[in-house]
Nanobody, 115 residues
Framework: QVQLVESGGGLVQPGGSLRLSCAASGIIFRLYTMGWYRQAPGQQRELVAYITSSSISNYVVAVKGRFAISRDNAKNTVYLQMNSLKPEDTAVYYC?????????WGQGTQVTVSS
């Protein structure tokens, strides 16, 4: 059974930092591209960043230069380091893995950027 469990969200002031973690189980983690998505109230879920099995990463324009995605295959965990946070980064952040036949999501972790 595939499980993705996010952690690390919270309330932070503008300009602050947070690091999200997503622990995966039930998959051969090192083989798959992992993604971080977010969904703000009243908006569609959007891709924020992804990292391939070869650790090639890509980012949505809005977070380039501020966010960094990484993975630790020994720990079956993917991270999202978020710096210089802005109020518009406020959203529920979800971890994702697409296995081809099936796609899996974590339960989400709330990130709120507010003074």
């Amino acid at each position: 059974q595939v499980q993705l469990v996010e952690s690390g969200g919270g309330l932070v002031q503008p300009g602050g930092s947070l690091r999200l973690s997503c622990a995966a189980s039930g998959i051969i983690f090192r083989l798959y591209t992992m993604g971080w998505y977010r969904q703000a109230p009243g908006q569609q879920r959007e891709l924020v960043a992804y990292i391939t099995s070869s650790s090639i990463s890509n980012y949505v324009v809005a977070v380039k230069g501020r966010f960094a995605i990484s993975r630790d295959n020994a720990k079956n965990t993917v991270y999202l380091q978020m710096n210089s946070l802005k109020p518009e980064d406020t959203a529920v952040y979800y971890c994702n893995v697409n296995l081809g036949k099936n796609e899996y999501w974590g339960q989400g972790t709330q990130v709120t950027v507010s003074s």
